[in-house]
């Protein structure tokens, strides 16, 4: 079981940037793909970006360019950076976890583990 918990949302105006964390309750976790998700009202969850056990990463077309995902194994920590922040990136983001090591699914009901969200709204 892992369990994940996400911080670093806030409000923001347009351009400017944030840092969400995701913390993981298992130092196992480096061993699963890691992703962010996120939600808009209205509007479906979708990838942000992922991160498999080995480091490599994949990226929405809309936050590529803007957007980074790392992590931390010592610290079970999973980070993504967001600079150039537009309105249109408004949502609640979810950090999440897939049983898989060296693939990524972009698919949503492919990921174990979900954290509770965290807040993105970027003002106009």
């Known amino acids: 079981q892992v369990q994940l918990s996400e911080s670093g949302g806030g409000s923001v105006q347009a351009g400017g940037s944030l840092r969400l964390s995701c913390a993981a309750s298992?130092?196992?976790?480096?061993?699963?793909?890691m992703g962010w998700f996120r939600q808009a009202p209205g509007k479906e969850r979708e990838r942000v970006a992922s991160i498999t056990s080995v480091g490599a990463t994949v990226y929405a077309s809309s936050v590529k360019g803007r957007f980074t995902i790392s992590k931390d194994n010592a610290k079970s920590t999973l980070y993504l950076e967001m600079n150039s922040l537009k309105p249109e990136d408004t949502a609640m983001y979810y950090c999440?976890?897939?049983?898989?090591?060296?693939?990524?699914?972009?698919?949503?009901?492919?990921?174990?583990?979900w954290g509770q969200g965290t807040q993105v709204t970027v003002a106009s």
């Open positions: 999440a976890a897939a049983l898989l090591s060296f693939y990524c699914p972009r698919s949503v009901i492919e990921y174990n583990y």
């Open positions: 298992t130092h196992g976790s480096y061993y699963y793909c």
